[in-house]
């Protein structure tokens, strides 16, 4: 089993990721600016409060671990559809090279259906709200994907759908055929079971696939 550092693991898909990390016997250094609220208590998890923007934070949250689950998010409100992001390319541009001189090859990259080269294969409602709501954040996770697919690391750069609080099934898809990339819903609990998969397998490596149920 691994060690795994998963970063913005307070909320949402990173508390979920922490949940079934150590489910699957991994052992978990969770870091999040909250950390000490994650509302767990495991033999297997770490517990790091640290901001994914300090450079020697992150450095530190590295020391002996295997592979890094990034799953940062943002607050949805006015901030966000108003002003540029930049919190998805920042940390990612201190990450990978914190990676690379630690000798740290695994990186698993959460950013959504959208980033990227996905962007343009939503339908017609889908690419209006995109471009009303979603434009700034995912803005800044094109630049975050550049980051990660022009690093040295073994990399699996997931791109969930629209997201749902719905439980963990185990039943969706994994497109990783750009013909086949489309909108669709899936649950926080299934996008965070893909990502504890991809820390032993190298089925999805260097792929960016979207993941809908």
């Known amino acids: 089993m691994a060690h795994v550092l998963i970063i913005g693991a307070s909320r ?7 949940k079934q990390a150590l489910m699957a016997g991994h052992r978990v250094r969770a870091m999040a600016r909250s950390a000490d609220a994650i509302p767990l208590d ?3 998890l770490e517990t790091r409060a ?17 592979a890094v689950v990034q799953a940062l998010g943002v607050a949805a409100g006015p901030d ?14 201190i990450l990978v090279p914190a990676m690379e001189a630690a000798g740290i090859r695994r990186l698993i990259c959460l950013t959504g259906f959208g980033a990227g080269d996905s962007r343009d294969h939503g339908n017609i409602l ?23 697919r022009r690093s040295t690391l073994d990399w699996v750069i997931a791109r969930p759908g629209i997201l749902t609080n719905g439980p963990k099934t185990g039943d969706y898809r994994i497109l990783g055929d ?7 819903f899936i649950s926080r609990a299934d996008v965070a079971d893909f990502l504890v998969r991809q820390i032993d397998s190298d089925e999805w490596l260097r792929k960016t696939p979207v993941l809908i149920s």
């Open 178 to 184: 750009p013909s086949e990339w489309r909108t669709g």
């Open 80 to 93: 966000m559809i108003l002003k540029p992001v930049r919190l998805f390319s920042d940390s990612t541009a």
């Open 12 to 18: 949402g898909i990173g508390l979920e990721t922490v």
């Open 126 to 148: 889908y690419l209006v709200a995109f471009n009303l709501f979603l434009r700034h954040a995912y803005n800044d996770k094109d630049v975050q994907e550049i980051i990660v």
């Open 42 to 44: 495991h033999a297997d």
């Open 50 to 66: 640290g901001d994914a923007l300090d450079a020697e934070a992150v450095r530190e949250s590295l020391d002996g671990v295997d």
